[in-house]
């Protein structure tokens, strides 16, 4: 009986460069914790690959959004816009400053906050303090656009998955008033767990240090604000400098997997499946390639066909107003949101697929149009 192929993972982190040997340097120096040259080092990769003078590492995505929000001054009583079709964590950081969150749908065409429609949101709710741009699947979304409605309001890029992807010539993260990025394992690098904030601002990032580090004075057990413990560890930082040395490696194998499944797709006469919104503003960097499916249906029948074939796949986001978490969340829809829920699936993205893996995916999806 012949073996069974292997299953094909759908993002899997990419560990063959210096991660062990820096690992290492971490235990052999006993430099395991939020002190350590690797963050630094990180930190000052992450800032380059932003087009910004400063990064400030922090313990994850979620809180880089939070942190980045209270630098704004948002807190209770304000309200934040946010594109109603997002990851919940988005939402969550809005809510842990005690603001309120507004979700404002986003475009057919990009995926992206519809500035229209936010320009409708800062004239009904005046009370708005922060507009979070959601890059989403490594795609920018049209910043020019939305910094041109926001006026005064700041504009805080939610750039997780979108580390080297750019918006007419700018760097993702270093358009906006902040910049929020996430290490997580199926991003664009991993550091096992993290995250940073990214600014062109030397003060705020200077307060960012400060509040995130329990805002100690010194050596000294004096603290002149109440703050947080939310650094990033040497150890996660060691692993994420290493993924930056190799990070335009991994970028030109995200791109000849997108190119491999858009060549596909592209045969579709009956657009049973599309590719995600590739904006011509920008290069995206094909973090997590999604397909739309043309119903629900044909989502829940695309990931049985891969997954009878040993290939995983995974239904992305659902609008978040119409989830529990946020019932009785102010909105403003066009009903794209909700029309994209349930209809966009990620297929297998990870760099470390050899080419007979990239094979068989786009064999079964070929298989499947066919169908």
Known sequence: MTAPLPRIALSEPDL???????????VTDNWVSSAGHFIQDFERMIAAKSGTEHAVAVCNGTVAIKMALLACGVGPGDAVILPDWTFIASANAVSDTGAKPIFVDVTQDTWSLD?????????KYPNVKAIVAVHPLGYTCDMDALLD????????????????????????????????????????????????????????????????????????????????????SNLNAAVGKAQMERFDEIQAIKHKIGD????????????????????????????????????????????????????????????????????????????????????????????????????????????????
């Open 16 to 26: 063959r460069g210096n991660e062990a040997k820096y690992l290492q340097a971490c």
């Open 115 to 123: 500035p229209a429609l936010v320009a409708q949101a800062l004239a």
């Open 149 to 232: 409605v926001a006026g005064d309001v700041p504009v805080v890029e939610d750039a997780a998955g979108a580390l080297g992807a750019t918006y007419g010539g700018r760097l993702a993260g270093g358009i906006g008033r902040f910049g929020c990025l996430s290490f997580n394992g199926n991003k664009m690098i991993t550091a096992g767990a993290g995250g940073a904030v990214v600014t062109h601002d030397a003060e705020a990032a200077k307060w960012l240090r400060h509040v995130t580090a329990q805002a100690r004075i010194g050596t000294d057990y004096r603290h002149d604000s109440p703050a947080f413990n939310y650094r990033m």
């Open 260 to 371: 491999a499944y858009r060549a596909v797709l592209s045969t579709d006469s009956r657009v049973r499946l599309k590719a995600m919104p590739n904006p011509q503003w920008g290069e995206g960097n094909d973090w997590l390639f999604s397909v739309l499916c043309e119903t629900e249906e044909v989502a829940e029948s695309l990931i049985a066909h891969l997954d009878y074939r040993g290939i995983d796949s995974r239904k992305f986001w659902r609008a978040l107003s119409s989830q529990p978490a946020y019932k009785g969340a102010e909105f403003i829809s066009a009903g794209v949101a909700e029309s994209l829920s349930g209809r966009v699936v990620s297929l297998p993205c990870s760099t470390g697929l050899s080419d007979d893996d990239l094979s068989r995916v786009t064999d079964a999806v070929e298989a499947f149009l066919a169908a």
